[in-house]
């Protein structure tokens, strides 16, 4: 088994709150991930109907069965344990008693909110991260080959052929995901929707193109936006809210969680594919946001990226608000520096002068500053900038 970075803050959650409460995408290792780390605790999947059926309808006594607590993988199956949940909870004053799964966020947060809330701590696990995979590997992985696996658990734990395993992927997801979120009568029109969305992945979200190119209305669009969010399929990036007095695009910027996910979208077949791929700097964009997601999440902390680009065409891709400070982060995906590489930074910079240290991530392989900013290849990058 692949450790996870997330490892050794979920025992501590697990020793300061009663229930942790673990989200993401499916199959990014949360069954695992749980089973692992709570071996001698009793594990129920609430996918399975016989358990389900029990739990739905009588929940006391299936709780009853674990008086030391349990491992409820995919909560949102049976949403009404949690209020009985509560009451064992504030009764027993226990630690660590729960873990629960869920994969649906949408439907997850709304029982925890009216249920848990204080009683739970919350962890988002997304797909392997860089440094999880490829951390302790003494050659530099090629970044093609990077894009196009992408990182989802199952590829790397049993084998898998990137490309058919994200097709099964897929299939299941809108199968079994988006057939119990939304009533959709033509599949085949969320799959092109689906795909669609890959081609923007990176970009500025245009949801007037989205609609004219899957005819479909603003509004199902922005429906449908919303699920893929919230089943962490895709991920939205707001604007800063600090303009300068400037004129700033208010849209968001749509990243899929998964590079490969993106990649098998866009029909991408093999990696050699990626290289000459006219989308391949957004991937290589979509692959950094989603590390730097990640590595906030490894550390249980709520993202706090936003972008910046006025109506005039000057932009940053990432900024990091920490409240006290924030740190400007460019994405390029060529090999050889450029000085065009750092228009962006400079310009943000000459905005906003409290500025304490700017990072451009590139596809080189050397370390060092550059006129005030930092140039980092991308496989350093969580191990470099330390706030992250």
């Known amino acids: 088994m692949i450790e996870r970075a997330v490892k050794k803050q979920v025992l501590r959650l697990a020793k300061q709150y009663p229930v942790v409460t673990i989200t993401g ?15 001698h605790k009793s594990y129920v999947s609430l996918e399975n109907p016989d358990s389900r059926r029990v739990a739905v309808n009588d929940p006391r006594q299936f709780l009853a069965d674990f008086p030391d607590g349990v491992v409820l993988d995919e909560i949102q199956k049976a949403p009404e344990l949690l209020s009985y949940i509560q009451g064992i909870v504030d009764e027993q004053q226990k630690e660590g008693m729960f873990i629960i799964t869920g994969s649906q966020q949408f439907e997850l947060m709304d029982s925890i909110t009216q249920s848990l809330a204080g009683r739970t701590a919350l962890v988002k696990l997304l797909p392997f ?3 999880e995979i490829y951390g302790q590997k003494k050659r530099r992985q090629d970044i093609n080959k990077i894009l196009f696996k992408g990182f989802y658990p199952r590829i790397f734990d049993k084998k898998l052929n990137p490309t058919e395993a994200l097709a099964f992927y897929t299939a299941t997801y809108l199968e079994r995901d988006v057939r119990s979120i939304i ?4 599949l085949s029109r969320f799959e092109m929707f689906l795909k669609i969305c890959a081609t923007q992945t990176g970009q500025i979200l245009n949801l ?11 509004n199902t669009v922005k429906s449908w936006l919303s699920v893929l969010e919230a089943s962490y399929i895709i991920f939205l990036l707001r604007p800063h809210h600090k303009n300068f007095r400037k004129r700033l695009i208010k849209s968001p910027k749509l990243y899929f969680i998964d590079v490969g996910l993106a990649a098998y979208l866009l029909d991408i077949q093999d990696e050699t594919h990626v290289k000459n791929h006219p989308l391949r700097g957004y991937l290589f964009e979509t692959f950094i946001v989603a590390e730097i997601l990640k ?8 993202h706090n990226l ?22 400007p982060i460019e994405i390029k995906s060529g090999q050889t ?24 991530i590139y596809g080189g392989d050397k370390y060092y500053q550059d006129g005030g900013h930092k140039i980092c290849p991308y496989d350093l990058m969580t191990r470099k900038i330390v706030k992250l």
């Open 129 to 131: 991260s860089y440094d």
């Open 208 to 218: 007037s193109h989205l609609s004219n190119e899957c005819g479909i209305a603003v």
């Open 295 to 302: 590595k906030r999440f490894n550390n249980i902390k709520t």
């Open 183 to 186: 009533q959709v009568q033509d």
């Open 25 to 39: 995408p499916r199959q990014s290792g949360k069954t695992t991930l749980c089973q692992a780390l709570f071996p």
């Open 306 to 327: 936003y972008y910046f680009r006025d109506n005039v065409g000057n932009e940053v891709d990432v900024l990091m608000d920490m409240g006290s400070e924030v740190i």
């Open 337 to 360: 520096m450029n000085d065009e590489f750092l228009k962006g930074l400079n310009y943000y910079r000459s905005l906003n002068p409290s500025v304490k240290q700017s990072w451009l």
